[in-house]
């Protein structure tokens, strides 16, 4: 896909969610704010954090237990990792899933923007064969899909905490930014 109508695509996604959480009954944002909501924060499109790798499944499927924002306790499935380098610097990243027979891979992480310039429990990425997967059988990984999980914008939502297997020493400057409540 051409840099420009990929860019396109991006804005348009980011549109739709702003329009959303402004607007929607079932939106994250607490009904009192929304009235004042503009839009959340986010990065320019960066094709630097956009990458088509492949996915290196785990033989094991180990059962890992994640703590969220609520103090419950969240059982995932240890699936894969993926291998990619920023500026030079090899990455890893876990891959999970919350059971074998789900499709959807669930990619949380933290970073070195972490608690400066994003949510300070990290973000999330979630991957679908259908969209996120080339005909090749690559996943496309792209943080400048990255968003933050409800928690960020109301209390009343439970997020899982990134494991520190996720946390990234590099900064990744794409995706969702912090959200500053609106007063």
Known sequence: MEVSEWKRR???????KDSFF???????IPAE????????DYYSPDPKYSFELE??????????????TQGNEREFLRWGEFRFKIDD??????????????EKLFIPFRDA????????SGRYLDLEPNGHQTPEG???LDFNKAYNPWCAYSEYYACPFVPPENWLKV??????????KVT
């Open 10 to 16: 991006i804005e348009l996604e980011r549109e739709n």
């Open 55 to 68: 996915l290196h499944e785990h033989r094991e499927k180990e059962k890992i237990k994640v703590q969220d």
């Open 22 to 28: 402004g607007q929607h009954s079932q939106s994250p």
């Open 89 to 102: 610097e090899e990455y890893a990243l876990q891959v999970y899933k919350s059971n074998p027979m789900e």
């Open 33 to 40: 704010e929304r009235g004042k909501f503009k839009g959340l």
């Open 171 to 180: 900064p990744v400057r794409a995706g969702e930014k912090d959200y500053k």
């Open 113 to 120: 923007t972490s608690s400066k310039e994003t949510y300070g």
């Open 138 to 140: 690559k996943w496309i």
